[in-house]
């Protein structure tokens, strides 16, 4: 017989009143729910209705099986779709009292063992099949690597079992007994990094990322209120879930309202669209790759998208111009945070916002958040107008980088404040526009271009489905620009053809790109943001190939 948790709380009363949940963790909601709505829906996929009583189960049985390996302690590396699995696996992590390291399901081999040795797992937490791919001969791979890696296997229905590494090569299948766990935890409270998740991996292996409860918590109080959530939101989460953006609008903030979330194991448009009008789903969260898919499809010019109220996006440079289409197509709000997986949140749109701070800005400082604006020389930008590398300090902050010394020195300034990769303005009305990444920038004749405002412009050729800048090394002017493009219709796209459309649409020409190359599709990361270091590897190679 399970115990009776000490909550009190009813569904949708995180919305009014949050300060209620302070100090509770997810894995105590979601018991909480499991015992007062057991059979109410926790997550939806394309095949399957799961109930928070589920859920809870899948949770106690994933930490059961963590129970078995190595004697119960070491990290927990999860690999495993965006579905409740994944969720549950992290539960069961914080349940055992065992720091979870979540990886993107869409992770190649070097990056999962990178992330295994860096964070010195002991476990993996995967599926049987990952993204229809059988997982045996990675995870034979892996072993490799690691000789005495235990591996649990789960999946949304609730199997569960067990691979001990054994002392001289070999695994030993081991039965899983059935446990009830206490749904706090023996060793962390909210506050503590219970957590790793990895940095998107755009430029190079990633990092990992210390997470705490409390953090992603007051992160979803601040999107609650922006969005004006309510008791009977229905959330559809197309992020992957290990990274910030999908943990916030996937395992916080439906969790703590009790809501249902829509997800699929991989991410199909046509999927999502059929989903979004079947479910009745309220908030989309999706990156801004996602929603220009669904702008795009066919599928959704008949669709009925009208029970849409709000959609978060970001990760990437939100175009206005496709945001605008989105709120006239669906009569959803387009919102987004500003920040990023090490500082959390910074700045925030509200359906409160005019269209202008909404759709053309990131919205206003967060109160609770602190900003400096830094220039090229590391001087602290004053006045009513700022523009520079943004600095923060605040609560919604990360506790730095896991056991990287070198990294934070890089993360922090020699004061504390955590540094933001970007070049941004910040109005007197404190609204903030983002105008390009410090990595991000093409310094042309001695000329800055910002990459995200070059691909804003590419963007807008009817032609172009997707893009990304990125800077060419050239003996004269140091760099030049090229644009790397997914076409609508799959034909390529010259040089010539998109300099005479922008210069018809007055352009200036350093922002007109030198070189063009059309590509069937754009390398992505396991974020799912554009690999902009995999992007100009692929640019070097062909430049070097038409040069020979």
Request: with cysteine; aromatic share 6%; glycine share 8%.
């Amino acid at each position: 017989m399970q115990e009776p948790t000490t909550l009190d709380v009813a569904i949708g009363e995180f919305a009014l009143d949050p300060d209620r949940f302070s100090g509770v963790s997810i894995s105590e909601i979601v018991r909480h729910w499991s015992e007062t709505i057991p059979d109410r829906t926790a997550f939806i996929t394309p095949t399957s209705r799961i109930s928070w009583a589920q859920y809870d189960a899948a949770a106690d049985a994933i930490a059961s099986a963590l129970e078995l390996s190595s004697e119960g302690y070491g990290h927990v590396a999860v690999l495993l779709p965006d579905t409740m699995v994944f969720h549950a696996a992290l539960c069961a992590a914080y349940r055992t009292g065992r720091v979870a390291v979540g990886i993107g399901s869409r992770s190649g081999l070097r990056e999962i063992s990178h992330l295994i040795e860096r964070s010195d797992a002991t476990v993996l937490v995967t599926t049987r099949s990952l993204r229809g791919v059988d997982t045996t001969e990675l995870i034979s791979q892996l072993r490799q690597a690691h000789p005495a890696l235990d591996v649990v296997f789960a999946d949304d229905t609730g199997a569960v079992s067990f691979e001990r590494a054994a002392a001289v090569g070999g695994v030993v299948s081991l039965p899983v007994p059935k446990r009830v766990f206490e749904a706090s935890s023996p060793t962390f409270s909210t506050a503590a990094v219970s957590m790793l998740n990895s940095t998107s991996g755009t430029t190079g292996l990633p990092k990992l990322v210390t997470q705490t409860e409390d953090r992603w918590v007051a992160f979803s109080e601040i999107g609650a209120e922006a969005a004006d959530v309510g008791p009977e939101e229905v959330f559809l989460g197309a992020v992957p879930a290990p990274f910030g953006f999908g943990l916030w609008t996937s395992h916080f903030l439906p969790a703590l309202l009790g809501a249902p979330n829509v997800v699929m194991e991989r991410f199909d448009v046509a999927v999502m669209i059929d989903l979004i009008e079947r479910e009745g789903v309220t908030v989309l969260n999706c990156v801004s790759t996602q929603f220009k898919m669904l702008l795009r499809s066919d599928a959704a010019a008949s669709a009925n998208l009208d029970t849409l109220r709000v959609m978060f996006t970001g990760g990437e440079a939100v175009p206005y111009s496709e945001a605008l289409a989105f709120e006239e197509r669906t009569g959803a709000a387009v919102l987004q945070f500003y920040g990023s997986n090490e500082t959390g949140a910074v700045s925030v749109t509200t359906v409160d916002d005019d269209s202008d701070t909404r759709l053309r800005t990131c919205g206003h400082v967060i109160d609770r958040m602190q900003v400096r604006v830094f220039d090229d020389a590391a001087t602290e930008v004053v006045g009513s107008m700022r523009r520079g590398q943004p600095a923060v300090n605040g609560p919604l902050m990360c506790q730095g980088y896991w056991g990287d010394v070198d990294a934070n020195n890089e993360l922090y300034t020699e004061d504390g404040w955590m540094l933001l990769g970007d070049i941004v303005e910040i109005d007197e009305d404190g609204r903030v526009r983002v105008v390009g990444r410090k990595a991000d920038i093409i310094i042309r004749g001695g000329k800055n271009i910002s990459a995200v405002e070059v691909e804003e412009y590419v963007r807008a050729h009817p032609l172009v489905d997707l893009v990304a800048a990125v800077g060419v090394d050239d003996a004269l002017f140091g760099e030049k620009v090229c644009a790397v493009v997914v076409t609508t219709d799959s034909e390529a796209l010259s040089a010539a053809e998109l300099t005479e459309w922008m210069r018809e649409q007055g352009i200036t020409r350093e922002y007109i790109p030198e070189y063009v190359m059309t590509l069937a599709e754009l390398p992505m990361a396991a974020g799912g943001k554009v690999a902009k270091g995999a992007v100009k590897e692929l640019v070097r190679e062909k430049l070097a190939e038409a040069i020979c």
